[in-house]
C-alpha cells in the first residue's frame, strides 16, 4: 500500500487524470432524489461513446444510470452519473490499455537484455514480465503511486517477499507483496485497478495478478519502473 519509509500524513489530493471531480466543477452538480444528475457534462460525448450509448451530448436518465455504474464499479465519487473530467480520464486510460494489446514493449522502453523482468508502465498504468524480448506475462491495469506519494521509477530488484504482509503504515493486508524499492511492493488489493486516486507507492494487483507475479518472480530478480503516472 505505500513506502514504510514514510511517516507523513495521507495525501487524498487528486490531480490531473485523477483531480478531483468537485474541484475540476467548481461544485457538484445538482442530484435528482435517484442520486443521479440531471446535468451534461463536459465530457458527455466521450463517455457515451465508450460506454455504447445514443451519442447525442445531452444527459439522459439512462445516460445517467450508465454513468453511475461505472463510477461505483471503479469507486469513483461523486458517483452521481456526471460525465466530468475524473470520470473521462478513466475511460481513456482503458481505452489507451486496450489498445496495446499483446506487444506492451513495443517501445523498447523495458530493458530486454536482463532475463526474466517485470516491467511497470507508469505513463498507461500497465504491467507485464517478459524474459529477454518474450512475453511471459500480461500486459495487466496496475494501480500505482498517486500524487506525492509516486513509485519511483529506475532499475530495481525484488529483495524481500512476504506473502501475507501488513503494513506496518497503514495495519492493512498486503497479500503476495514482493518488495523492490523501499517500502514499495507489488501486491494485491480489493479494489478497481482504476480507482483513483491510486496507491501510496506500491504497484497494486488483482489477487490473480498479484499471485501470478508471486508465481513467476523470485528474490534478485529485476523491475523496471519508467514512465509517469497521468496526474502526479
Sequence with gaps: MGDIRRRGAVALGLTGLVAPLALALGTAPAQAATGCTTQTGPYQKQVEKFLGLTVDGKQSATDCKAIKAFQTK???TPNIGYAGSVTWGV???MTKQRAVGNN????GACPTNKGRIACVNLTLQLSWIQDGSRLVYGPVPVRTGRDGYETRTGLKKIYWRDKNHVSNIYNVPMPYSQFFDGGQAFHSVN???????GSHGCVNMTPTTAKKYWDLLKTGDDVFVYGRKPGT
Design 74 to 76: 471503479h469507486g469513483i
Design 91 to 93: 475511460m481513456d486510460l
Design 104 to 107: 506492451p514493449n513495443r517501445d
Design 191 to 197: 479494489l478497481s485497478m482504476w480507482n483513483p486516486p
